[in-house]
């Protein structure tokens, strides 16, 4: 006694295709559209714009002497202190040359 006529077979065949094509066309649309992102030049790091925020000074330009991981802990320290001198602890950061930011290493590697 057969299970399945090949009617029946076809169907699930059909089915699966269908279910396939569906999960496909789903990545096949992600990767073109972002295909298209690249070849419109729209960058994915910086959204085309060129400059990305500093990743040492967080885009403010100067950095705190001593290094970042003394960033808030030490803060409380010197506040608790009394101290007054918080920006002359502040040093032009050498990552960005105190600009806050940085040519977008993607952009700049593509052109
Ligand atoms: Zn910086
Ligand atoms: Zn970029």
């Known amino acids: 006694m ?13 089915g699966a295709l269908l279910v396939c094509a569906t999960i496909a ?4 649309d992600g990767f073109i559209a972002s295909s298209q992102r690249t070849s ?9 714009l060129r400059i990305v925020a500093c990743s040492q000074c967080k885009g403010v330009g100067s950095v705190r002497k001593g290094g ?7 803060d409380d320290i010197y ?9 002359s602890n502040l040093v032009p950061c050498t ?7 940085l040519l977008c290493p ?4 593509v052109r």
């Open 106 to 109: 993607e952009c700049s590697k």
């Open 68 to 74: 970042l991981f003394t960033f808030g802990m030490l």
């Open 79 to 87: 506040e608790s202190l009394g101290a007054e001198t918080k920006t």
């Open 95 to 101: 990552n960005c040359r105190s600009k806050g930011r």
């Open 40 to 48: 419109l030049g729209m960058c994915k790091k910086c959204g085309d």
């Open 25 to 28: 066309a789903q990545r096949v």
């Open 2 to 14: 057969e299970g399945l006529t090949s009617s029946e077979i076809a169907g699930f065949g059909v």
